[in-house]
């Protein structure tokens, strides 16, 4: 039996929900097989980066206050929206990891593909495209743009 490390590994690269984990330092601790699908990136080349150098340099002071925001709050979870990531309809949610003395380790976040419910959506007329920013089209978030992502 592998131990609960490994297990855990293997499962998160199971599902189809792409998980990340940014640690205490805001580098990349954790990128799932799901994620590096979902954004178009390898998680390997990912894992030990900074959060901070994959979104263009104008949104580098927002990322860091929605951080802030999450790491004051033991408890606190953003709350889950659609973005459009490179033509891609994503699901986001971003939670606050603490141990169990309430101490910040880092923010854990999920992605899920919801082209078909967004499709479905706009033919009801129910949908408001969301705003790009960041994590949209415009991000830098292309695969020659990766080798600029390392730190």
């Known amino acids: 039996m592998e131990g609960k490390s490994e297990l855990l590994n293997r499962i998160m690269n199971t599902i189809d929900v792409g998980m990340v984990f940014v640690d205490a330092d805001n580098k990349l601790a954790f990128f799932s097989r799901a994620a590096g699908e979902l954004l178009n990136v390898e998680p390997e080349e990912r894992i030990g980066t900074s959060v901070f150098l994959c979104h263009p340099k104008e949104l580098v002071q927002q990322v860091q206050q929605r951080i802030d925001d999450i ?8 709350k889950g929206r659609i973005v459009n990531y490179q033509g891609r309809y994503l699901h986001e949610t971003f939670y606050s990891v603490s141990d169990e003395k309430g101490v910040y380790l880092g923010i854990a976040g999920v992605f899920q593909d919801v082209g078909e419910k967004v499709s479905l959506l706009k033919q009801l007329g129910k949908f408001e495209e969301p705003r790009v920013f960041g994590v949209g089209e415009m991000a830098p978030r292309k695969p020659n743009y990766l080798s600029a992502c390392k730190a």
Do not use: A, E, I, S
């Open 71 to 78: 790491r004051k709050d033991p408890q606190r979870r953003t």
